[in-house]
């Protein structure tokens, strides 16, 4: 187990560590985001950046009525976005509950899907209100299944009663059991964690207890993936680089659906950590919709017109 010497799993001295961290300015932070929300990419950049953010999709179905059929089609989506253009890339992951991880792992490997991961949802998502022997046999479940990612959540109540050594050794544990098998995604619920200084407080805490990626939200609750949170979050692995050497993904959720959102959150990603964060194994989005609105903006700067929507499948 690693703390990347930042503390020794002792309450007193993660309370040390995350007291030091400085402040984020609110005002800077939006004022920033904005900011960079007015840059635009255009004709082969454009190309890149719709490759690209296709590339880092967890195209994702997380629904009371899913069904195996639902899930083997968007399986076979995430392989080939678009079956009549082989030059578009396959998404990054396919995220689903964990009782449908066997389903889209057999689905994916059986198409030629090897190299798209399947991320399952766990810790007793979205609430994360359950007992830790829970939590654990849910991961568990997703990990016999086949998940090549866990994407938890925290213990939002725990967070924000001060509670953090709980959630860091909730973070330590799930860590331990995803071992060399699964990459860790840690989920805030940023929408209630309700400062930045939460956030950039909860970014630390979960990297410094192991986590592989940070992650927004959960999706179901708003707001999610605002560009001044997704900006924290950057700056928060930027930071945390400069000080052990080692590079943690983000993850947003919540909000991103089309062309546009995509391409911004790519800004976002390129002028705050770097772009050496440009690329799948260090920035994902959380969609459903995107995809679509993707497949839609290349068709159009191959043909010069918008295709009908009818032409991609509705998911």
């Given at each position: 187990m690693s703390f990347y010497g930042l503390v020794d799993g002792t309450d007193a001295s993660l309370k040390r560590y995350l007291d030091a961290l400085p402040g984020v300015d609110q005002v800077g932070a939006d004022a920033r985001a904005a900011m960079l929300a007015t840059r635009s990419i255009k004709t082969t950049s454009k190309r890149w950046a719709i490759d690209t953010a296709i590339s880092m999709v967890d195209l994702t179905t997380l629904e009371g009525a899913d069904t195996v059929g639902k899930v083997?089609?968007?399986?076979?989506?995430?392989?080939?976005?678009?079956?009549?253009?082989?030059?578009?890339?396959?998404?990054?992951?396919?995220?689903?509950?964990?009782?449908?991880?066997?389903?889209?792992?057999?689905h994916l490997d059986s198409i030629g899907g090897h190299h798209v991961g399947v991320a399952a949802v766990s810790t007793a998502f979205p609430s994360g209100r359950a007992s830790m022997a829970v939590k654990i046999q849910d991961t568990q479940d997703a990990l016999n299944a086949g998940a090549s990612e866990i994407d938890m959540v925290i213990d939002r109540g725990a967070f924000l009663s001060g509670q953090y050594i709980d959630v860091f050794n909730e973070i330590v544990e799930i860590k331990e059991l995803c071992g060399d098998r699964a990459h860790l995604k840690v989920i805030f619920e940023t929408g209630e964690l309700v400062t930045y200084d939460n956030v950039r407080k909860a970014s630390f805490l979960a990297m410094a207890a192991g986590a592989d990626f940070i992650k927004t939200s959960t999706g179901k609750v708003a707001p999610a993936a605002t560009a001044p949170v997704v900006?924290?979050?950057?700056?928060?692995?930027?930071?945390?680089?400069?000080?052990?050497?080692?590079?943690?993904?983000?993850?947003?959720?919540?909000?991103?659906?089309?062309?546009?959102?995509?391409?911004?959150?790519?800004?976002?990603?390129?002028?705050?950590?770097?772009?050496?964060?440009?690329?799948?194994s260090l920035f994902r989005i959380g969609a459903s919709a995107l995809l679509n609105d993707l497949l839609m903006q290349r068709m159009k700067m191959d043909d010069g017109y918008y295709a009908s929507p009818a032409y991609v499948t509705i998911d």
């Open positions: 083997q089609a968007l399986c076979a989506k995430a392989v080939r976005p678009d079956p009549t253009d082989l030059t578009i890339p396959s998404v990054g992951a396919v995220c689903v509950y964990n009782d449908m991880v066997a389903t889209a792992r057999t900006l924290v979050m950057l700056e928060a692995v930027r930071d945390f680089y400069s000080m052990t050497k080692t590079r943690i993904g983000v993850k947003p959720a919540g909000g991103i659906r089309n062309t546009k959102d995509a391409i911004k959150q790519l800004v976002l990603v390129n002028e705050t950590a770097g772009p050496e964060w440009l690329t799948p």
